[in-house]
T-cell receptor
Framework: DVKVTQSSRYLVKRTGEKVFLECVQDMDHENMFWYRQDPGLGLRLIYFSYDVKMKEKGDIPEGYSVSREKKERFSLILESASTNQTSMYLC?????????FGPGTRLTVT | AQSVTQPDIHITVSEGASLELRCNYSYGATPYLFWYVQSPGQGLQLLLKYFSGDTLVQGIKGFEAEFKRSQSSFNLRKPSVHWSDAAEYFCAVSNFGNEKLTFGTGTRLTIIP
């Protein structure tokens, strides 16, 4: 079974803090994705990576950056957290066209 | 650009009743279509997918979906729902050569006894 893990299930941060969300997959997949999920908006793609050190902007990259130094790990970085970044963040890895999701991190920025 | 519409935000169904969740997509080429389920507090799990071939596809947990090209639809069905089916359901679309998925806004399913 594919396993995608995320470093935290719940996270509370203050406005202006730098926030790191970590995602690790154990299936040697090349493609990995970061989404945010908000009620009524579904899943929106923030960034994705198709190889180590390769990244591409998704639909809502503003305020976020990513890092992929190793194939199994894909990090989402909020350089200066703001209250409008309070959301559920989902990571996925991909084999073929099928995506496998982690359990999500619910981030609250106060 | 491709898009996915799930017209029903919330559906309530009695346990044992049949279920149909609607999904319409907009895309010029042959789509790859997916249904995912998200239980409360969890990530998304793939229920089923359609790439080509038989337009009626079977998935896990007793779900099926039918691809209708003429209606640009990929509706999810289950003949008899169980209380454990209460969750949020997402339809998604992609296509050959495009690894990115476009998701619908989701349908929340409530099951009543």
């Amino acid at each position: 079974d594919v396993k995608v893990t995320q470093s935290s299930r719940y996270l509370v941060k203050r406005t202006g803090e730098k926030v790191f969300l970590e995602c690790v997959q154990d299936m040697d997949h090349e493609n990995m994705f970061w989404y945010r999920q908000d009620p009524g908006l579904g899943l929106r793609l923030i960034y994705f990576s198709y190889d180590v050190k390769m990244k591409e902007k998704g639909d809502i990259p503003e305020g976020y950056s990513v890092s992929r130094e190793k194939k199994e790990r894909f990090s989402l970085i909020l350089e200066s957290a703001s209250t409008n970044q309070t959301s559920m963040y989902l990571c996925a890895s991909q084999s073929g066209y099928e995506q496998y999701f982690g359990p999500g991190t619910r981030l609250t920025v106060t | 650009a491709q898009s996915v519409t799930q017209p029903d935000i919330h559906i309530t169904v009695s346990e044992g009743a049949s279920l149909e969740l609607r999904c319409n997509y907009s895309y010029g080429a042959t789509p790859y279509l997916f249904w995912y389920v998200q239980s409360p507090g969890q990530g998304l799990q793939l229920l089923l997918k359609y790439f080509s071939g038989d337009t009626l596809v079977q998935g896990i947990k007793g779900f099926e979906a039918e691809f209708k090209r003429s209606q640009s639809s990929f509706n999810l069905r289950k003949p008899s729902v169980h209380w454990s089916d209460a969750a949020e359901y997402f339809c998604a679309v992609s296509n050959f050569g495009n690894e990115k998925l476009t998701f619908g806004t989701g349908t929340r399913l409530t099951i009543i006894p």
